[in-house]
């Protein structure tokens, strides 16, 4: 087999090989003959048709099959003799053969980028240090207060806070549009359930009181089609509601599933949350941190294969979710930072010859399975199958190529407020 290569742009590959006279005949007889025993034609004994007469019937499907099975085994052969490693699949091209002809194909391909460095030696991180305070037991407990309100019928306009049971039916241009029509519809004023203009629109109103609003959509509206534009709403208000929250006392603890301990109990597991939440938000933080200074120390070239396919999954994704397709330009940003970042991981662990430590996945696991009701399903859940396990293995093996880096960096512990540590921006999966 001869084998030649040449370099197309920065990755792209395209290999010329070329596969003997002799071999390709040495294949095609070979099964010729296997199909001499098999196949059976009128005046002849099952087994003893002449080779002739069988490849005059059936020898451009025998040379289609020997020619597509030794471009099979002699690709994978040509292309780790030169010592190079395909991102994506190959795409082949191949002249016509005939017996006693040699076999030439074209493959062509895009390589792995090469990456340079695996450290992180002189970079300053600052790593959040966090402590929860009472305030953010206190706030958290006011959130759980109002998430558990009841309501209370009132005769008096309504107020930010208020939640008003409504029919209404929104037209542009004097038509109705998808999506601008419902009853019954309960809404919380001041909650940013309906567009803003809405909102503050049946602030005053009254039960029984018909309301005329005009509303703009925002020119970032989830629903392209309405976005910047301009509804007129018939809002009739059926009742108005203030909401009555409860006292923080031990009944307000035992609703909460606390049995013993009653309020102090139940100011104790909130701070534990909490704490738990900030150990995984900082540990988010210092993740992005890291990844984003091993994205920047080494600037890689990405294979237009794996950068499509990515564009594709993001768009597919937002549509699933209901967003706004982006523009091309923003997809593309997206994708080729992510499809970089994910070749620079990957070249980190093969580096390293890192592999998922089972234990470590177990304890991962162990960790996301107790904000669940039922810890031991969530847990046997992700065993039951090896492609749900494989998504912790990822997080464990990356939560090492962090750990890894932060080795050779220099980390500055910085105090920061819970409140300050939500606001931090994070990298998303």
């Known amino acids: 087999m001869q084998v030649s290569v040449e370099t197309i742009g920065t990755l792209g590959r395209r290999l010329k090989v070329a596969v003997s006279a002799d071999q390709v005949e040495k294949e095609f007889n070979a099964r010729l003959q296997r199909l001499s025993k098999q196949v059976k034609m009128p005046g002849f004994r099952p087994g003893k048709v002449p080779l002739k007469m069988v490849e005059a019937q059936y020898g451009g499907r025998l040379m289609d099959e020997v020619v597509g099975e030794l471009i099979q085994t002699t690709m994978h052969e040509a292309i780790g003799s030169q010592g190079l490693r395909p991102a994506g699949d190959p795409q082949v091209q191949r002249k016509p053969v005939t017996r006693g002809e040699q076999l030439e194909y074209t493959v062509e391909f895009e390589i792995f980028p090469e990456v340079k460095r695996f450290d992180l030696a002189g970079v300053r991180i600052e790593r959040p240090a966090v402590t929860v305070s009472e305030e953010d037991v206190n706030r958290t407990l006011e959130t759980i207060r109002k998430q558990r309100a009841t309501w209370k019928q009132v005769d008096r306009e309504a107020r930010l806070g208020d939640r008003l049971t409504i029919d209404f039916v929104g037209r542009i241009n004097s038509k109705e549009f998808e999506g601008g029509k419902a009853n019954a519809f309960q809404l919380v004023l001041g909650s940013g359930t309906l567009i803003e203009d809405i909102e503050h629109g049946l602030v005053g109103a009254k039960s029984g009181e018909m309301k005329h609003v005009s509303a703009r959509f925002p020119t970032d509206y989830r629903h392209s089609m309405l976005a910047g534009q301009t509804a007129d709403f018939d809002v009739k208000v059926n009742d108005v509601t203030e909401a009555i929250f ?124 107790a904000d669940y009701e039922s810890p031991q399903e969530f847990i046997q859940w992700h065993y039951a199958k090896p492609e749900r396990l494989s998504e912790i293995e990822g997080l464990v093996m990356e939560e090492k190529v962090v750990e890894d880096l932060l080795i050779s960096a220099q980390i500055t512990d910085k105090p920061v407020s819970f409140q300050d540590l939500l606001k931090i921006e994070i990298l998303v999966h």
Do not use: H, W
């Open 246 to 369: 409860p006292d923080l006392n031990e009944t307000f603890a035992k609703d909460l599933g606390v049995k013993e301990g009653g309020l102090d109990k139940l100011r104790s597991d909130v701070k534990s949350n909490l704490e738990r939440e900030a150990a995984t938000r900082a540990r988010a933080v210092i993740r992005t941190r890291v990844l984003k200074l091993l994205l920047d120390a080494n600037p890689v070239e990405v294979p237009r294969s794996l950068l499509d396919a990515e564009i594709q999954r993001l768009k597919t994704a937002d549509m699933s979710s209901g967003l706004n397709a982006g523009d091309e330009a923003g997809y593309e940003r997206r994708a080729r930072s992510r499809v970089a970042l994910g070749l620079i991981l990957g070249e980190f662990i093969r580096n390293r010859g890192l592999v998922p430590d089972p234990a470590r996945v177990r304890a991962r696991l162990e960790e996301m399975a």
